[in-house]
């Protein structure tokens, strides 16, 4: 239990379906991270979040949208998603910006199948 | 390529031997971590080091910044280790701030055989 916590844990979607992802974290952190676990890919970053604000988008197709109303809880808001956009997407926080040179801390992940 | 570049990709080990996974980046960094996934997903953070040596009951993480090289080991290896391990680096941008985002290894996936 790392206290980031991800709803829901599976989710089997079609591409015209329009679904969201939760993140929550109970540590008191202050940056949110997205990410994104293809097969036999490295994780990828897709967003970053800072104070609620985001911070980086490593270039993520429209059809994914992040939404962060405080700095406890992230979402990402899934339309018209692709088959290949089925993967294990990973929520992180870390007390502090800059989470490169601090422990991120990570929830279970989201096993999401497009089809 | 990749910045960062682990190897062996799959090991296979049995109870009790020593193991070591090594990270090679391209990159500066301002640190390199070690991450554990277990079977199912989740992620825990094991290490995060800039310089020498640390070590935390059965794991060790070294690097060696002017090699650009980090290895982990595990000491008497068990089942309950059997998991993939992944490097990341934090790259130092120019002005030394790291700005958050980590790049990623491929992966090493470990099984140890009782």
């Known amino acids: 239990e790392t206290g980031v916590t991800q709803t829901p844990r599976h989710l089997v979607m079609g591409m015209t379906n329009k679904k969201s992802l939760k993140c929550e974290q109970h540590l008191g952190h202050n940056a949110m991270y997205w990410y994104k676990q293809s097969a036999k890919k490295p994780l990828e970053l897709m967003f970053v979040?800072?104070?609620?604000?985001?911070?980086e988008n490593n270039s993520v197709p429209s059809r994914f949208s992040p939404e962060c109303p405080n700095s406890s809880h992230l979402f990402l808001h899934l339309h018209t998603l692709q088959p290949e956009d089925s993967a294990l997407y990973l929520c992180a926080s870390s007390h502090k910006f800059g989470g490169g040179t601090d422990t991120q801390y990570f929830g279970p992940g989201t096993r999401l199948t497009v089809l | 390529k990749n910045e960062v570049e682990q190897s062996p990709q799959n090991l296979t080990a049995q109870e009790g031997e020593f193991i070591t996974i090594n990270c090679s980046y391209s990159?500066?960094?301002?640190?390199l971590h070690w991450l554990q996934q277990h079977p199912g997903g989740g992620i825990v953070s094991l290490f995060m080091l800039s310089s020498g040596k640390k070590k935390h009951g059965r794991l060790i993480a070294t690097i060696n910044i002017q090699e650009k090289h980090s290895s982990l080991h595990i000491t008497a290896s068990h089942p309950r280790d059997s998991a993939v391990y992944i490097c990341?680096?934090?790259?130092?941008?120019?002005?030394?701030?790291?700005?958050?985002?980590?790049?990623f290894g491929q992966g090493t996936i470990l099984t140890v055989h009782p």
């Open positions: 990341a680096a934090s790259p130092k941008y120019a002005g030394g701030t790291s700005y958050g985002k980590l790049t």
């Open positions: 990159v500066g960094i301002s640190a």
């Open positions: 979040y800072n104070f609620k604000e985001q911070t």
